[in-house]
């Protein structure tokens, strides 16, 4: 579901090739998953990068329930997933055409970023960090 979102937003072909191979499902660590019944509403992953770092992963909503904040609530748990953990700071990186998901991750505390790791030389990414250790 997901995979086919990046594909109609992104490009299938671009995606195959610049993303997939930092988003493989085998390298994320933890996931949220909000579920209605028998349909997935949303989801969410961390990653560590370090013992400090974790890296936010694979937020999605289904089409069905956007705009009605599950969006945030995947973010919110990650957040206290990652501190849980003992984890200080989360980062993550978007895609520049991904507005609204920019817009979300700024309204929930992330500040831009110099692009990292290995989105360093990804110009079509956008990272974001959020420092997690003293916010309630």
Same mark, same amino acid.
């Given at each position: 579901?997901?995979?086919? @979102?990046?594909?109609?937003? #992104?490009? +299938?072909?671009?995606?195959?090739? =610049?993303?997939?191979?930092?988003?493989? !499902?085998?390298?994320?660590?933890?996931?949220?998953?909000?579920?209605?019944?028998?349909?997935?509403?949303?989801?969410?992953?961390?990653?560590?990068?370090?013992?400090?770092?974790?890296?936010?992963?694979?937020?999605?909503?289904?089409?069905?329930?956007?705009?009605?904040? @599950?969006?945030?609530?995947? #973010?919110? +748990?990650?957040?206290?997933?990652? =501190?849980?953990?003992?984890?200080?700071? !989360?980062?993550?990186?978007?895609?520049?055409?991904?507005?609204?998901?920019?817009?979300?991750?700024?309204?929930?505390?992330?500040?831009?970023?110099?692009?990292?790791?290995?989105?360093?030389?990804?110009?079509?990414?956008?990272?974001?960090?959020?420092?997690?250790?003293?916010?309630?």
């Amino acid at each position: 579901m997901l995979d086919n @979102y990046l594909n109609d937003a #992104i490009g +299938e072909e671009k995606q195959q090739k =610049k993303y997939n191979q930092h988003n493989a !499902l085998v390298d994320i660590d933890d996931v949220i998953l909000l579920i209605d019944g028998e349909k997935l509403i949303g989801c969410g992953g961390i990653k560590k990068v370090d013992k400090d770092t974790a890296e936010v992963k694979r937020v999605f909503v289904a089409d069905e329930f956007r705009r009605r904040g @599950y969006a945030r609530r995947i #973010i919110s +748990e990650i957040e206290h997933l990652a =501190k849980a953990e003992g984890y200080k700071i !989360l980062m993550l990186e978007t895609g520049l055409p991904m507005k609204s998901a920019q817009a979300l991750y700024t309204s929930c505390g992330f500040s831009y970023i110099e692009n990292y790791g290995p989105y360093a030389d990804l110009d079509s990414s956008v990272c974001m960090k959020k420092n997690i250790e003293n916010n309630k």
